[in-house]
């Protein structure tokens, strides 16, 4: 089993910043891909931004340049920048895990969630 705890959330006005992070215990023996996805109530949960084991990241069009994505692996973190925050970025934003748990090399996991809302 993977537990992930994001932190970081809040309110924030348009054009402000915020720092998520989204800390990785248990059984993480290997990532394949670690990320960030959003979501908002009666739609679906979207991509943010990942992250590779080899460090390649990707982002949704809608972030691209204002979002940035990290990862510490010796500390099995992962980090979301996220700057120029419009109105439309409020969201319950999900850490995502994807790897090797010991037992699944295409193991899954999700952390609770962190609300985020930008004020207009």
């Known amino acids: 089993q993977v537990q992930l705890v994001e932190s970081g959330g809040g309110l924030v006005q348009t054009g402000g910043s915020l720092g998520l992070s989204c800390a990785a215990s248990?059984?993480?023996?290997?990532?394949?891909?670690i990320g960030w996805y959003r979501q908002v109530p009666g739609k679906q949960r979207e991509l943010v931004a990942t992250?590779?084991?080899?460090?390649?990241?990707n982002y949704a069009d809608s972030v691209e340049g204002r979002f940035t994505i990290s990862s510490d692996n010796t500390k099995n973190m992962v980090y979301l920048q996220m700057n120029s925050l419009k109105p439309e970025d409020t969201a319950v934003y999900y850490c995502?895990?994807?790897?090797?748990?010991?037992?699944?090399?295409?193991?899954?996991?999700w952390g609770q969630g962190t609300q985020v809302t930008v004020s207009s």
């Open positions: 995502n895990w994807r790897g090797f748990d010991g037992s699944n090399w295409n193991s899954d996991y």
């Open positions: 248990g059984s993480t023996f290997r990532f394949n891909e």
């Open positions: 992250i590779s084991s080899g460090g390649r990241t």
